[in-house]
Every structure is written in structure tokens, then in C-alpha cells.
């Protein structure tokens, strides 16, 4: 258990790693080079360096310390250890990238860079939050709002990053806030996705009078389990057991056909889940011998 759990955790220091320099990368290629706007703590140094010269790596570095040590005393210890990666790192990628890299930039369509940006930051977001951490900065005054006021996170998370995109506006045109909020959207989209990848699964219900021979089949076949629900038909008042199975994606071309040839008159009622817990998907398959 301690040789996996230590594996584990050198994992998941990796992706953060992997997920701020992402982060970095992101903002040096597209954001900076394009002019374009954001929120949370990029949006800050962006306004901070437009308006005074103030280098964005320095800032970013400030400011997330600051941002860390509110967090610690505030929101407590555990807290601080699954930020503490981030708000050192970050600066640290961004500045080692600034000087490497610089802000030539990979093109000059705004458009082409909102999306590149979008996706490459939801992406590195996506890799901290499912390792357990948090990428700092602007993330921590809303948990303390949340903590001291009772706000909901989103809501003020939502507030700071609209004042931070209008506080913009002193240096760039109005056209250039829309593209900042097409930003802000399109990295929300793909933190969604990036949070249930590899989680989805395909939930089928099975109405049909075979139901025990289906109920055989999945298990031996499609090797999933499944659980019989009471119901009853709504015309004919036929009390025939549903069937139900949580299966992956991949097997529902083989279920579907292996349906219809027991019963063609089946009805089935195929739906997405997000997330499944439980043996054969987060643990592993154990077989009971009869």
C-alpha cells in the first residue's frame, strides 16, 4: 500500500507540473502575444503590466505567495499542501518561458488564438483539479468568501474574473473583452470535459418478457453486472423486472445486437452517466463461485 501510494503521489506531482507549465505555455504563446484578456490571476498581471510595466512572472509570484499564505491561514493546512506546488511553479514556468520563448507568438488570428488558449488552459486545469490541487492565485478569495460569508464559490469566482476582464478594458478595445469572455468560456467547456474524461460510462435499461435470459447473458457475455427493478408495463400491465446494466461505450454496439436477437421486441433505454463507482469500474471484479 505505501510503495503504491508513494507511486501515486509522485504522479500526480508530475501532472501538476505537467498542468501549470501547460498553463504557462498557454498564455506566453497565445495570451500575451495576441492581447488578449482573461480572468483570475492572469488577467491581474496582464492589467498590471499593460498600464504600469509591471513584469507579469514577478507579479504572478507575489501575488500567488500572498494568495498562499491567506489560504493557509484561513482555509488550513491541507489546503496549502494541494496549492503549494502551484503557486510557486507557475511563476516559475511562466518566467523560464517568457526568457526562452518570449512572446513571438504561434499566430496572429485572435480567433485561432482564443481557442488555442481555451483548450490548452482548460486542459491544465483540468490535469491539477483531478490530481487533488489547486492552481492558487485568484482560486483562493472565493473558498475564503465562501468559508467567512457563505457565498457560493462559482458565483464569486464568476464576479472576479467579470471586474477583472471590464478592469481591462483601460488598455484594449471592447472588441477585445468579447474575445476575452469567448476565452474564459471555451476554457470553462473543456475543464468540464477534462473532469469526467475516462469517467463516462453508458447506463441501458431493458424492458423486455426475456428479461432472464438478457440478465444471463450480460453476465456471462458481456461480463457487466446488472440489477433487476420492479416495474410494471403501462398498456398491457405486464410485471416484467427491468433490466439494468452500467456498461462502457464500447460495448453497446454488442449488447444492443445481442439484445435484439434474444428478444427483438425489446425496449431499451440507453442514457450517459458521468461517474460510476463500484466493482468492474473503480475496483476491481471479484467472481463468486456458486
Not at 488577467?43 to 499593460?50: A, K, M, P, V
Not at 493546512?77 to 511563476?91: D, H, M, N, R, V
Not at 474575445?179 to 475543464?191: A, D, K, N, Q, W
Request: hydrophobic share 50%; charged share 15%.
Amino acid at each position: 500500500m505505501k510503495e503504491n501510494f508513494s507511486w501515486k503521489t509522485i504522479f500526480n506531482i508530475v501532472a501538476i507540473l505537467i498542468g501549470n507549465a501547460i498553463y504557462a505555455l498557454a498564455v506566453v504563446l497565445f495570451i500575451v502575444p495576441n492581447s488578449l484578456i482573461t480572468g483570475g490571476t492572469t488577467g491581474l498581471s496582464l492589467l498590471l503590466y499593460n498600464q504600469f510595466g509591471i513584469p507579469m512572472s514577478g507579479f504572478i509570484f507575489v501575488f500567488n505567495g500572498v494568495m498562499f499564505l491567506v489560504g493557509l491561514f484561513v482555509l488550513g493546512k491541507k489546503f496549502a499542501l494541494s496549492t503549494l506546488i502551484s503557486t510557486f511553479f507557475y511563476p516559475t514556468a511562466f518566467a523560464f518561458f517568457e526568457k526562452t520563448i518570449g512572446y513571438g507568438g504561434m499566430t496572429s488570428d485572435n480567433l485561432l488564438a482564443v481557442l488555442c488558449a481555451g483548450i490548452m488552459i482548460g486542459v491544465a486545469i483540468g490535469i491539477v483539479i483531478k490530481c487533488g490541487a489547486s492552481t492558487g492565485g485568484m482560486d483562493i478569495p472565493p473558498l475564503v468568501i465562501n468559508k467567512k460569508v457563505g457565498i457560493p464559490v462559482s458565483v464569486s469566482m464568476y464576479f472576479f474574473d467579470f471586474l477583472i476582464l471590464l478592469s481591462q478594458m483601460l488598455f484594449t478595445n471592447k472588441e477585445m473583452v468579447l474575445y476575452g469572455i469567448l476565452l474564459v468560456m471555451t476554457y470553462t467547456l473543456v475543464l468540464d470535459n477534462v473532469l469526467v474524461m475516462g469517467k463516462s460510462q453508458t447506463q441501458v435499461k431493458i424492458v423486455s418478457k426475456e428479461y432472464e435470459k438478457i440478465n444471463t447473458m450480460i453476465s456471462t457475455e458481456i461480463d457487466r453486472g446488472t440489477t433487476l427493478l420492479q416495474a410494471e408495463t403501462g398498456y398491457m400491465k405486464n410485471e416484467y423486472p427491468v433490466v439494468l446494466t452500467v456498461i462502457s461505450n464500447r460495448e453497446l454496439p454488442a449488447l444492443n445486437s445481442k439484445v435484439l436477437e434474444i428478444d427483438p421486441n425489446a425496449f431499451m433505454i440507453v442514457s450517459k452517466v458521468n461517474e460510476v463507482h463500484g466493482k468492474g469500474f473503480t475496483f476491481k471484479k471479484e467472481y463468486i463461485e456458486n
